[in-house]
């Protein structure tokens, strides 16, 4: 019953940053909404897994735990490297 | 060699529990994996004071207990912040001085600050950490140096 | 039974704290009020769900999960918002202040 409190308020979360996520401005706003979906999807994941009596879940969520963070960063460092390169070709 | 032997421990610990079968098959397949992982983190060099700090020892426990706690009051501040029809938000970006002597008291303190709803470490330098702040009052507190203070004694005499 | 009743409670607290992450995203005028606004859902919201599940799992290797992956969320958000916060101040993002007359440094 709880559970189900706590996936509704998740679902809601992951639809407010999807929003977020449409309205930008920037592209960091936009990573942020991304990173903001990933952290709910992982309470998400073991919310559900309680919901459904099958703590296995919980394994999936921790490895996405860790590929959220470095999904994050990865995507960055590629618009780092990105704002760079553009620089260097402006100049 | 200390740390080397408390990073086999750990990792060897989480294999245990996040395995959950006990034969006598998979646990020698779990010393392998262990100590193959221990060989590659030695080999890229990060087994010392900075990449595994045991010499903290039980002061970041207690240090952690007092940050739950200010994490939960400035949650709450935020919450009252974002829920309120007309948000008073004043936010401000300004250095504040760190105390700290070594590289992971630093780190420690910057992911502490940023931890703490309300306020966000920017770039760490070396006389100061640049912060932004949602309300000129977090800062002000911030900048009272509790935090600063008990970073500095749990990072102790490295 | 009453360990029952504080884990509902502590995954009450937790889904409203998730929810005034959301809100605030929607609701904070630019990037890095927004950032702090999602700190709160990850590090309050997300402690407390986590100490609600472990409420109801009791002692096992699942709250020990649990316990796992909450640290993992720990130790993960701060260096994600300081990566996002740094990026954002390089590439030339002012900061949203109350009065314009006076920007920020």
Known sequence: MMFLAAVAALVVTVLLALVRAYLGPTVYDRVLSVNAIGTMTVLLIAAVGFLMERPDFLDIALVYALINFIGTIAVLRYIKRRRARDAEEAS | ?158 | MIVDILSWIAIGIGAAFILVGGLGLIRMPDFFTRLHATSVADTAGAGFILLGLMLQAGLSLTSFKLVLIFVFLVFTAPTAAHALAHAALLDGIRPWTRKPKDPAP
């Open chain 2, 1 to 158: 060699m200390r740390h080397a032997l408390s990073l086999f421990a750990v990792l060897y610990g989480l294999w245990l529990v996040l395995s959950g079968h006990y034969t006598p098959f998979l646990l020698a397949i779990g010393v392998v994996c262990t100590a193959f992982a221990v060989a590659v983190a030695m080999r890229m060099d990060v087994v010392d004071h900075e990449g595994h700090p045991i010499h903290l020892g039980f002061r970041i426990v207690l240090y952690w207990g007092w940050l739950t706690i200010q994490i939960l009051v400035s949650a709450l501040t935020v919450t009252r912040i974002v829920l309120s029809p007309r948000p008073r938000i004043d936010p401000v970006l300004e250095t504040v001085p760190s105390s700290q002597t070594s590289d992971l008291g630093k780190v420690i303190f910057a992911n502490s600050i940023t931890l703490t709803p309300g306020t966000l470490t920017t770039s760490v330098t070396t006389d100061g950490i640049e912060v932004h702040a949602l309300t000129r009052r977090g800062m002000d507190q911030l900048k009272e140096g509790d935090m600063d203070r008990r970073v500095t004694a749990v990072e102790g005499g490295s």
